[in-house]
Nanobody, 120 residues
Framework: QVQLVESGGGSVQAGGSLRLSCAASGRTFSVYAMGWFRQAPGKEREFVAAISWSVGNIYYADSLKGRFTISRDNAKNTVHLQMNSLKPEDTAVYYC?????????????WGQGTQVTVSS
């Protein structure tokens, strides 16, 4: 099993920045990739970004390229999501995920989620 714990959510005004972190513990050697999804009220969960653990290949949702940056700290089994130029439409619960097929929306493990609220 792998446990994922997110941190760093909160409230910010439009144009501001937030940095989310996700710490993995447990059988982390079995993790192929980690990433982030988000779910806004009344909407389906959507892919945000992912990074492969060993090679470091990075993937972003097209609509978020340029504003969001995903990175990893292998020594700490932690993934970060730097979010800049935030917009009200970025308001959502952000979930950390781990698995081999994140681009298809399939994860083996999920975090509990952290709320991000962007006010105009």
């Amino acid at each position: 099993q792998v446990q994922l714990v997110e941190s760093g959510g909160g409230s910010v005004q439009a144009g501001g920045s937030l940095r989310l972190s996700c710490a993995a513990s447990g059988r982390t050697f079995s993790v192929y990739a980690m990433g982030w999804f988000r779910q806004a009220p009344g909407k389906e969960r959507e892919f945000v970004a992912a990074i492969s653990w060993s090679v470091g290949n990075i993937y972003y949702a097209d609509s978020l390229k340029g504003r969001f940056t995903i990175s990893r700290d292998n020594a700490k089994n932690t993934v970060h999501l730097q979010m800049n130029s935030l917009k009200p439409e970025d308001t959502a619960v952000y979930y950390c995920a781990a698995g081999a097929d994140l681009l298809s929306g399939v994860a083996d493990y999920w975090g509990q989620g952290t709320q991000v609220t962007v006010s105009s």
